[in-house]
């Protein structure tokens, strides 16, 4: 099946320092989603890209999809300490609503 | 809007009962609910796909008369873990997909953590 390959795994940075983290994959999907999941919690929406190469933001969190339909980003900028949490990539492929998920960035920030 | 819960959020109960778990589209009708489970520290795994009137469609290695599925309206889909055993203890999250224009968000419930004793 599909699988998205999801970097880096985890990550410690300082408050106010600016965070990228990234996916990719060996087939295309049709839509990228990023989510963030707290501890004990269900993952939240943050962002949904639906065309290559279209850049998107919402607040301090900037995302695009890949020209080439493959990879994603996500940017954080100015990085607080509720960022704190694990960042998964989602991608859907074809006509299926499945959603192949990424493993997951875990986000520190220190004070 | 797109708000999805899970009810118990969290269930305690000993092996070889059954455990069922809701899962609400509160402010749209959703055809399509998934569900997940997550080990610790790990991504999401996808159970199966509910579809509002039919039969669920299960991940390969997935019992389905073991997890069984019911997607009985528009806004509510059940997880019945059958015979529960110490290896089902788990976070289960379910999503939905408001399914109206192009998109294919999934907006997710706040999880149920299921430990069996």
């Known amino acids: 099946g599909q699988q998205l390959n999801q970097s880096p795994q985890s990550m410690f940075i300082q408050e106010g320092e600016d965070v990228s983290m990234n996916c990719t994959s060996s087939s295309i999907f049709n839509t990228w989603l990023w989510y963030k999941q707290d501890p004990g919690e269900g993952p939240v929406l943050l962002i949904a890209l639906y065309k290559a190469g279209e850049l998107t933001s919402n607040g301090r969190l900037t995302a695009q999809f890949g020209i080439t339909r493959k990879d994603s980003f996500l940017n954080i900028s100015a990085s607080i300490p509720s960022d704190v949490g694990i960042y998964f990539c989602?991608?859907?492929?074809?006509?299926?609503?499945?959603?192949?998920f990424g493993s997951g960035t875990q986000l520190t920030v220190l004070p | 809007g797109a708000v999805v819960s899970q009810h118990p959020s969290w269930v305690i109960c000993k092996s070889g009962t059954s455990v069922k778990i809701e899962c609400r589209s509160l402010d749209f009708q959703a055809t399509t609910m998934f569900w997940y489970r997550q080990f610790p520290k790990q991504s999401l795994m996808l159970m199966a796909t509910s579809n509002e009137g039919s039969k669920a469609t299960y991940e390969q290695g997935v019992e389905k008369d073991k997890f069984l599925i019911n997607h009985a309206s528009l806004t509510l889909s059940t997880l019945t873990v059958t015979s529960a055993h110490p290896e089902d203890s788990s976070f289960y999250i379910c999503?939905?997909?408001?399914?109206?224009?192009?998109?294919?968000?999934?907006?997710f419930g706040p999880g149920t953590r299921l430990t069996v004793t």
């Open positions: 989602a991608g859907l492929g074809g006509s299926a609503r499945q959603l192949t």
């Open positions: 999503s939905a997909n408001p399914g109206t224009g192009p998109t294919y968000e999934q907006y």
